[in-house]
């Protein structure tokens, strides 16, 4: 698509990716309307291209980092999970890790990610429906900004991804940001799995909140266990998807995790796991950036339906079903191989 403006080059891990990839591979997502469910995983109600508008920056935006900043940033050194946080995670479908990254290394990437979201199409808080009140999304920005994809491709993530999921190495399904307004509505129950055509469970998405996250800015919250059972693995976000899958997880009796979120503190859970966010009540953004990291060795699976077609498209192209996953957006992020 051309928003008017022309194409900047953009690379991959692998190269320069081509002027056709370049039309499609960042998109911007402004949430979905309760009469046309479309994805937090992946989906879109509509494209949109960026207008003029007036931004509201924080002031973080206009933070400058200095040389000696620049070289304490730490994406990369092993963090060293216990056998009791991986079981835990086996065992509740998600884990969170207090510390991951120092307030340093957060202070460093995140004017970058403020303002991709800030540059996105987006239209007054009120105008919104619902659903389109939860967060702005924004996908795949690390093959469109250098600072972005130094902190994607950072080995830090994707080696505690692997080990939490018990893999040789993952690889990236897409980078998102999601970030809630003040006053922005809550997140609906949803599952990420709905929406991948992937064969296996091996894959989970890193929540990295860029500031503390109190309750009242809405954290992400859990359904422990819910993902070994079907409490609506079938249902898309939004609507009345929402009402359904809440009255499974009461009627389950499902512990619901909803705790704030410090500094530096990331959660990854499964593609599985049923998680939900309240609305942001206070008067500051909630920005929030996730990567999906997925198994390097991931196997595609034919679409069951038409969000998962739109995710073949968009996040894996080239690949058939039955193939490995390793399509120029699904670089290696981590392996054994590497040594670290």
Known sequence: MSCGGGLLPVTSAKGLLSRQEATWHMLTYRGVSRDHSLGFGSEMSRLSCPRRHKLRMSSRNQMQTSEHERTQVDIHSPYRLSDTQVQSYKDSGFLRLPGVFDTQTLAHYTPTMSLEVAKADKAPLEEDSDYQKAFTQIMNIWVESKPVKEFVLGQKLGRIASELMGVDGVRIYHDQALN??????????????????????????????????????????????????????????????????????KQGGFEIINEPFELGEVSFHS?????????????????????????????????????????????????????????????VVWSKDMGM
């Open 271 to 331: 593609g599985w796991t049923f998680h939900q966010a309240a609305g942001n009540g206070t008067d500051a953004p909630r920005e929030v950036f996730t990567i999906i990291f997925m198994d390097k060795d991931m196997i595609m699976a034919e679409p069951l339906n038409h969000n998962q077609r739109l995710d073949h498209d968009r996040w894996l192209p080239g690949v058939m079903p039955g193939k490995v996953c390793d399509s120029p957006l699904n670089p």
């Open 180 to 249: 809630k307004e003040p006053g922005g509505g809550y997140t609906p129950w949803h599952c990420d799995g709905y929406y991948w055509p992937l064969q296996s469970d091996k894959i989970l998405t890193a929540w990295v909140p860029l500031q503390a996250v109190p309750e009242e800015m809405g954290p992400l919250q859990f359904a422990a266990r819910s993902h070994t059972h079907d409490l609506g693995r079938d249902l898309g976000i939004g609507g009345q998807a929402h009402q359904t899958i809440d009255a499974a997880v």
